[in-house]
Nanobody, 126 residues
Framework: QVQLVESGGGLVQAGGSLRLSCAAS????????MGWFRQAPGKEREFVAV????????NYADSVKGRFTISRDNANNTVYLQMNSLKTEDTAIYYC???????????????????WGQGTQVTVSS
C-alpha cells in the first residue's frame, strides 16, 4: 500500500525559505514520477512542480519558476520542494503526489488517479 507523508511546513516570513519533504513507501520509489501541488483557502488544488521517474525532467508552475526547486533522493524514497523567496500568496496546504504508472512524468490526465499525501501547511506572513 502506497503511503506518502509530507513534512517541513510551517510559518515563515515573506522572503524566507522552507524545504518540504515527502517520504514515500509501499512500492519502488525510483520508478514513479512525483509531484507537488497546493491548495489555498477557498481555491482549487493547483499544480506546483513535478519530477519524472528518473529525475531528469522537472516542470514548474509559472508562479513558482525561479523560486522553487523539486528534487528526489531515490536512496531515501523522498522527494523535496525547496521554496525560496516565499510570498504571502504561497500560503496553502502543500500535497505530494505519486504517479500511478511507472516510468512516467505524472501528466495532468493522471492527477486524479495518483496517490496523494495528507498535506502540510505552509503559511507565509507579510
Amino acid at each position: 500500500q502506497v503511503q506518502l507523508v509530507e513534512s517541513g511546513g510551517g510559518l515563515v516570513q515573506a522572503g524566507g525559505s522552507l524545504r518540504l519533504s515527502c517520504a514515500a513507501s509501499g512500492r519502488t520509489f525510483s520508478l514513479y514520477a512525483m509531484g507537488w501541488f497546493r491548495q489555498a483557502p477557498g481555491k482549487e488544488r493547483e499544480f506546483v512542480a513535478v519530477i519524472n521517474w528518473s529525475g531528469g525532467i522537472t516542470n514548474y508552475a509559472d508562479s513558482v519558476k525561479g523560486r522553487f526547486t523539486i528534487s528526489r533522493d531515490n536512496a531515501n524514497n523522498t522527494v523535496y520542494l525547496q521554496m525560496n523567496s516565499l510570498k504571502t500568496e504561497d500560503t496553502a496546504i502543500y500535497y505530494c503526489a505519486q504517479d500511478r504508472k511507472p516510468y512516467g512524468s505524472l501528466p495532468p490526465d493522471r492527477y486524479t488517479t495518483a496517490y496523494w499525501g495528507q498535506g502540510t501547511q505552509v503559511t507565509v506572513s507579510s
